[in-house]
């Protein structure tokens, strides 16, 4: 537990100020992201260091198809998410809960150092960002000793945070969930926020993209028009990983998502941007 970064006190109250949802926290409470609780009128990210999963991955399995390819990458998680999708993919993860093993940033530094062909430290597995103290101190380590801080994140973060950490961060890749406002309110989130992150980030680091296909839910070929044609607009050189759909968490009555509809939707996306992966086909 640390105290947290991003906040301000509102009476007994803390308002959080790391992500759109601006949770106002009661004396006790937790925000929507069940990692960064109000105590005695502070704000504190009880995440922080609490490792839930580690594992040395293919760079191409974060995924990253442009950055480093072929080497392998440190990932870490821990536990926590601000968004509540029903086809969470990593739900057992996300959906953890304390007391989990503890890892100092010096330590994970070391260790991603000690790891050999490892080029260097992804959080992912849950969203990283609503841990943003544990990387704002862990990736300045990972960069000092010669490797790579790499995020992958639902992009959920205000532009403010978002500064304090770029400085330190060398590749994300950002789920772009669908294009479409109502998709976004429905698993509480926030398309402009994240659409905003894009922007920022693909300016400052590498930058690839992911949209995970859902059967009936951002399958339409008219959507992933707009939304390869925004991505373009960004810049035509992000890659674009639009991938498959298996059932998961709360959306297990669906069937995963129909191979040749994955290829008809990277058809056109490859229409607008140079770089597009169909995924797990």
Not at 45 to 71: V, W
Not at 109 to 136: D, W
Not at 185 to 198: C, D, M, P, W
Not at 255 to 261: G, I, K, L, S, V
């Amino acid at each position: 537990m640390k105290k947290a970064e991003f906040f301000e006190k509102e009476g007994k109250e803390v308002r959080c100020l790391l992500c759109p949802h601006k949770c106002r926290i009661a004396e006790g409470e937790t925000g929507a992201c069940s990692a960064r609780r109000n105590r005695n009128g502070t704000l504190f990210t009880e995440n922080y260091g609490q490792i839930s999963s580690m594992a040395l991955d293919p760079i191409e399995k974060k995924p990253f198809r442009r950055f480093l390819p072929g080497m392998k990458i440190l990932s870490i998680g821990s536990y926590g998410c601000n968004m509540v999708c029903a086809f969470c993919q990593n739900y057992s993860i996300s959906q953890m809960t304390p007391p989990l093993t503890f890892m100092s940033t010096e330590e994970l530094a070391r260790t991603a150092l000690s790891v050999p062909r490892n080029v260097g430290v992804a959080f992912t597995y849950n969203e990283p960002l609503i841990g943003i103290e544990y990387i704002l101190d862990a990736a300045p380590l990972i960069r000092q000793a010669g490797l790579k801080a790499a995020l992958v994140t639902n992009g959920m973060i205000l532009k403010e945070p978002l500064s304090a950490l770029l400085p330190f961060i060398d590749a994300m890749n950002i789920d772009l969930k669908a294009f479409s406002t109502s998709f976004y309110e429905k698993h509480r989130g926030n398309l402009e926020t994240v659409k905003q992150t894009i922007e920022i980030c693909a300016g400052t680091c590498h930058v690839e993209v992911t949209t995970l296909i859902i059967p009936g839910e951002n399958d339409g070929l008219d959507e992933m028009d707009a939304l390869a044609a925004w991505l373009s607009a960004v810049s035509p050189d992000i890659p674009l990983h639009v991938t498959r759909f298996f059932p998961r968490y709360k959306m297990t009555e669906k069937e995963p998502t129909d191979r040749e509809n994955i290829l008809a939707l990277a058809a056109v996306a490859r229409g607008r941007l140079k770089y597009v992966y169909a995924g797990n086909i």
